[in-house]
Structures are given as structure tokens and as C-alpha cells.
């Protein structure tokens, strides 16, 4: 079956423009994270949804930051006044329940390039 | 709260060795652990995950690891490698109980393979 779907794969954009970052995770998958991947730091957890719940947004590192998901299915991360330190690969990801009950699946990342 | 830590960056190791990569956990509790493999330009895929009971388990492609509570270590180790083996390798832990940010990611072993 078709596994998590981001788009685009790469981006390239000005310093203080918004971009959006899209995630189609598995169907039927209720758990879906967004984590950012610098060069060297490995995955920081940004965002999480399940079901129907409030997000939390406590990784989120700043009020530039924000997500949503709609129907239960596909997320959206915007990322709004882009700065240099922003350029990462993001990563969604998406399980059965939860990243600690099932396994995550993993999208191939949106890269994310800020000059 | 949970960290990881992997302290090798990179390895080296010849097709057909033996592999081993490293890899402790901060955690108040017998954790939930987990191994998962990056290839360029791609998304994370689980190996294996250690929940409870049998502290040595397998997972895919060969792999297999084991939890040493004495050691807060879970090890990944693969007795032959192949030049596909070459990837990113991420070990992580999980909250029991679940929690939003579910897992936390240690920054990850680049593993080199030598002909």
C-alpha cells in the first residue's frame, strides 16, 4: 500500500517568505508527527496530532511555526517569515496509535533550503 | 526526561565484517528502545524495537540488538555487512505510557562501508 507522502520534496525559498509543507500520511493512521532533521542533530520532534485531540505543539520552536490537520488525514506545516536557520529536512512520520505502540513510517522529508 | 546517546558519528567497517554500533539511554524506567536506518534521501524504517521480555532482538535486514539494563545500552549489531548496509542509523527510546513526543532520537551513526 502507499506508504507517507510529503511534498514537495524540495523547496527553495527567499528569507521571510512563508512556505507550506505537506504530509499525506497512511490511511487510517491516527498518530502523526512532524520532526526536523539539521545536519548533525538528528530528528527534533516538532508537532504531534492524534485523532480528533489538540496537537501538541510543544516542540514547535517558535510562534513561526504552526500546523494543522484536517479531517483526521492530511497536515499541513507552514512555516511563516522563513529564516536562514530554518533550512532542515522535515520530516512527518505516521503510526496506528502511537510512536511508542506501533512502529512510525516515515515519509522521505521535504527539504527545506532558505537563502 | 529521556535522552539517547550515540557517541560514534561515523564507523568504518569492511563489506562482510562484523558491525556493531552504540548506543545508551537516559530513562527513569525499563524504556521502550528502538533502531531505525536512514538511506540518503530517504525517510527513517524501523529495524527492530525492544518492548519486553527477551532482552536480544531480531529485526530486518540481519540486524539484531540487544537491552543491557546494567548498561543502559541497546546495541545494534549485524555479524556480516553489505556496501547496502551504508546509511544513517538512529536509535531512540520511548515513554512508557505513551506521550506526545513519543520518541527521542539520538543525532545518529553514519555508517561507511569499505569494499
Known amino acids: 500500500g502507499a506508504g507517507v507522502s510529503q511534498s514537495p520534496s524540495n523547496k527553495v525559498t527567499e528569507k521571510g517568505k512563508d512556505v507550506e509543507l505537506r504530509c499525506d500520511p497512511i490511511s487510517g493512521h491516527t498518530a502523526l508527527y512532524w520532526y526536523r532533521q539539521s545536519l548533525g542533530q538528528g530528528l527534533e520532534f516538532l508537532i504531534y496530532f492524534q485523532g480528533n485531540s489538540a496537537p501538541d505543539k510543544s516542540g514547535l520552536p517558535s510562534d513561526r511555526f504552526s500546523a494543522e490537520r484536517t479531517g483526521g488525514s492530511v497536515s499541513t506545516l507552514t512555516i511563516q517569515r522563513t529564516q536562514q536557520e530554518d533550512s532542515a529536512v522535515y520530516l512527518c512520520a505516521s503510526s496506528q496509535r502511537s510512536a511508542t505502540n506501533s512502529p512510525l513510517h516515515f515519509g522521505n522529508g521535504t527539504r527545506l533550503t532558505v537563502t | 526526561a529521556q535522552s539517547v546517546t550515540q557517541p560514534d558519528i561515523h564507523i568504518t567497517v569492511s563489506e562482510g565484517a562484523s558491525l556493531e554500533l552504540r548506543c545508551n539511554y537516559s530513562?527513569?524506567?525499563?524504556?521502550?528502545l528502538f533502531w531505525y536506518v536512514q538511506s540518503p534521501g530517504q525517510g527513517l524504517q524501523l529495524l527492530l524495537k525492544y518492548f519486553s521480555g527477551d532482552t536480544l532482538v531480531q529485526g530486518i535486514k540481519g540486524f539484531e540488538a540487544e537491552f543491557k539494563r546494567s548498561q543502559s545500552s541497546f546495541n545494534l549489531r549485524k555479524p556480516s555487512v553489505h556496501w547496502s548496509d551504508a546509511a544513517e542509523y538512529f536509535c531512540?527510546?520511548?515513554?512508557?505510557?505513551?506521550?506526545?513526543?513519543?520518541?527521542?532520537f539520538g543525532k545518529g551513526t553514519h555508517l561507511i562501508i569499505q569494499p
Open positions: 530513562y527513569g524506567a525499563t524504556p521502550y
Open positions: 531512540a527510546v520511548g515513554e512508557r505510557g505513551g506521550g506526545a513526543d513519543g520518541l527521542t
